[in-house]
């Protein structure tokens, strides 16, 4: 198994130690870096269908869903509860908050096949509980909505009556509340229809 990573970090130095740490493993086969949010949404755009996980700073994520579902780990700072929740609902590989990463760096120095029974793990498609919820229909409706897209204009894209989009958004709400993981749903942030 090889991997192909990509690392999303703004520091420097956390940049360099997450290439040293990973680099140490034999299961990686490349490494590319992402420096500030706009490169980071650049690079996902074009990423090959070959890449197996984005490390990511918590600070660049801006809106989850422009993540690759599944493969995906983030680091952060500070805990932020609501961000964690998001991730594990989409999947995430893994939420670590960085502090201790230096000794972590030690640890990959003296161990190396630890960082790859890591990423092993890291590296497993497992299904998250958004998955475990919502049927593929709702699931395609969701990412639509969170894209912004209007009730009407979901309808029309995937060639159902508009009526039927609204319901399905209520059922999915509702599925959602009952699961403790409506935090994965837009709050509004550039939301072009308000008719849910």
């Excluded at 939420?95 to 640890?107: E, G, K, S, T």
């Excluded at 709702?138 to 894209?157: C, F, M, P, V, Y």
């Excluded at 060639?159 to 993981?181: A, C, D, P, Y």
């Amino acid at each position: 198994m090889e991997l192909h990573l990509l690392i999303a970090e703004p520091r420097q130095e956390q940049r360099e130690l997450l290439g040293i740490i990973y680099s140490a493993s034999p299961l990686v086969a490349s490494i590319d870096y992402a420096v500030s949010c706009e490169e980071l949404h650049d690079k996902l755009a074009h990423t090959p269908p070959d890449m197996d996980i984005v490390v990511v700073h918590q600070s660049f994520v801006t809106d989850i869903f422009l993540l690759p579902r599944g493969h995906f780990v983030i680091l952060a700072p500070d805990l932020d509860l609501e961000i964690l929740q998001a991730a594990y609902s989409y999947g995430t590989r893994g939420y670590f908050l960085d502090n201790p990463l230096p000794v972590a760096m030690l640890l990959a120095a003296l161990n190396p096949t630890g960082v790859s029974r890591v990423l092993e793990h890291l590296s497993r498609t497992e299904s998250s509980d958004m998955t475990k919820v919502l049927t593929a229909h709702e699931q395609t409706i969701l990412a639509l909505w969170n894209e912004g897209l209007a009730s009407s204009d979901i309808s029309k894209r995937l060639i159902i009556s508009n009526g039927t989009v609204k319901k399905e958004l209520e059922h999915i709400r509702t599925k959602l509340q009952k699961h403790n993981i409506l935090a994965i749903m837009r709050k509004g942030r550039g939301k072009k229809g308000t008719d849910v």
